[in-house]
Structure formats: structure tokens, C-alpha cells
């Protein structure tokens, strides 16, 4: 379920230089004084504890020898605070190309806050942010360059340009489930796995978590979203180390049996080690001829 984090307002951060002022009040200490004990100069001290500068390595070793706190304790209080400037500066920073991208992949948005994957009730910014970490990127705006050039000619049907298939693509990359399978995947077992399948489908009902179990047996890592309008991809396979694979079918809105085609058509590729080791597959409706040519159907 997705957390909203609102992070820290401005007026609360505290900078290093703040702590140093508590300590000289507590010691009944002038500033003049702290500066020449810890080597520094005045206007470099003054400068910290107004927060216009950072602290320096000297300097916190300076404040070891004269307030007897470890060296560490003030480097760690300086690089908090940049942590926590940089949250509040990245939660501030969606710029309107962000929002027009946003908007361009907002079915996936929508289906994200469905599954609780984000936040349903967000503000735009908030809902970039929680974007940028879900699909592991810095910024919407280079979703599309994560869009192969192989790809770019099929999928240029979008009236959004490549955001929309670069969103698809990490979100199928997001499915990967955090146990993998123990078993590799064994070509000579496709004809048990493939009747197995169909076996299930036909039984009717919901049969997702079912091929998801039977699947995970075989080495597959299956996971199915819905097929998005105006994306043709169709399934999503990356190879895992060990002789697993990850197998992402776009097919939850559809009909059972376009469902066993789309299923079927990945593990043919699979099968027939179309899957580069060190990238991914994106399968497409009109690979339909090569998996009935191939005896699967």
C-alpha cells in the first residue's frame, strides 16, 4: 500500500549551525571565543550558525576538541541536513513538462492508485514524486528515452510519443515479484506447461493466481496488467540470472482466450531464446501468426 510523505517544511529544517549556537549559550561561550579555540575564523563561524555555510571537516573537528562530541556527530548533522534540503527541494521541483507527461500516461496513473501502488488522493507534485520512485527515475520527462529504438516504429501509434510505452515499460519492470523462482526454465516441458495452461483457462472462473502458482513451478515469474488502450505491446519477458525468467502479460481485460494467446505467445519466445540476457523482450499482437505457425494453439 503507498504512504504519502509530505516530508518537512522549510521553516523546520535545522541546520547544523543552530546546534552549535545552543551549545555556546549552554557553555556561556562567545562565538570570538569558539573560533579561536577551534582554529576558524569568526566570519567563517558566524557564517554557520546564521546557516549560509556548512560545516566544514575542520571545523568539526574543531568542535570534538571543544565541546568534546565526536567529529562524526557533526558531519552526520551536515549531511542530514542536505538529505532532508535536497527531499524538500526534489518535492517542490515538478516542472510543467512533468504534469503534461502526467497527464499522458494517466490511465497507468489511475491504475497505480487503484492497486494502492500510489496515492489516490495526491496533488500533481506528490503524485510525480511518488512516480519518479515507483518507476525508478528522475524525472517523467525520461521515460520516453528508456523506449528502445527497435521499439520506437511500433509503438508510435501513441498520440503521447514514447511516454506513454516508457511508463508501460516500467511498470511491467515493477511487476518483478521479490521471491524468484528455484527451478530454470526447461524448453522440452513447453508442451506439458502450454496444456497445463489451457487446462486452467478453460476451467473458467478467475484463473490469474492459479498460472501465476503453475508458472512460478515452470520458472516463470508471471504477473499480468491490464492491456491500456492505444498500447499494443502485449507481453513483457526479461531473463533472470539462474535460467528464470520474468514474463509480464497485458492481457486482464480481455477475453480468456486472447489471454491464453498472449500467455502462450511469451513462452514461445522463451522457448525459442528471443530473450536477451542482459535486456528484455516486448511482445506485440501480431506475433498471433508466428505461435500458431509454431504448433502452440
Known amino acids: 500500500m503507498a504512504v504519502k510523505n509530505h516530508g518537512i517544511s522549510a521553516d523546520l529544517l535545522i541546520h547544523p549551525g543552530e546546534t552549535i549556537s545552543d551549545l555556546l549559550k549552554d557553555r556561556g561561550m562567545t562565538q570570538k571565543e569558539l573560533a579561536q579555540r577551534a582554529c576558524v575564523s569568526e566570519a567563517f563561524l558566524s557564517d554557520v550558525i546564521r546557516g549560509k555555510k556548512d560545516i566544514s571537516k575542520g571545523l568539526a573537528k574543531g568542535l570534538e576538541y571543544v565541546f568534546g562530541t565526536p567529529c562524526s556527530f557533526w558531519l552526520n548533522l551536515q549531511a542530514n541536513y542536505d538529505a532532508e534540503l535536497i527531499t524538500l527541494t526534489d518535492r517542490n521541483s515538478p516542472d510543467p513538462d512533468e504534469k503534461t507527461v502526467l497527464k499522458s500516461i494517466g490511465e497507468i496513473v489511475n491504475w497505480l492508485k ?6 489516490s488522493d495526491g496533488t500533481a507534485e506528490e503524485t510525480v514524486i511518488e512516480l519518479r520512485r515507483y518507476f525508478h527515475v528522475s524525472r517523467l520527462t525520461g521515460l520516453h528515452s528508456l523506449v528502445p529504438a527497435s521499439l520506437i516504429s511500433k509503438t508510435s501509434g501513441s498520440s503521447a510519443g514514447s511516454d506513454v510505452p516508457g511508463a508501460w515499460l516500467c511498470l511491467c519492470m515493477a511487476q518483478k515479484s521479490a521471491t524468484l523462482p528455484q527451478k ?114
Open 114 to 119: 487503484t492497486k494502492a501502488l500510489i496515492s
Open 184 to 297: 530454470k526454465f526447461e524448453r522440452e516441458r513447453c508442451s506439458t506447461l502450454t496444456s497445463e495452461i489451457r487446462d486452467i483457462i478453460s476451467g473458467g472462473g478467475e484463473f490469474t493466481d492459479s498460472l501465476k502458482e503453475l508458472l512460478f513451478q515452470y520458472g516463470i515469474d508471471f504477473s499480468v496488467i491490464p492491456a491500456f488502450s492505444g498500447i499494443r505491446m502485449q507481453e513483457y519477458i526479461a531473463a533472470d540470472p539462474g535460467g528464470t525468467y520474468m514474463l509480464v502479460a497485458a492481457s486482464e481485460n480481455t477475453s480468456p482466450d486472447h489471454f491464453g494467446l498472449s500467455l502462450e505467445r511469451g513462452i514461445l519466445h522463451i522457448a525459442n531464446g528471443d530473450i536477451p540476457k542482459n535486456g528484455f523482450y516486448v511482445g506485440f499482437a501480431d506475433d498471433e501468426e508466428a505461435v500458431s505457425s509454431a504448433g502452440f494453439l
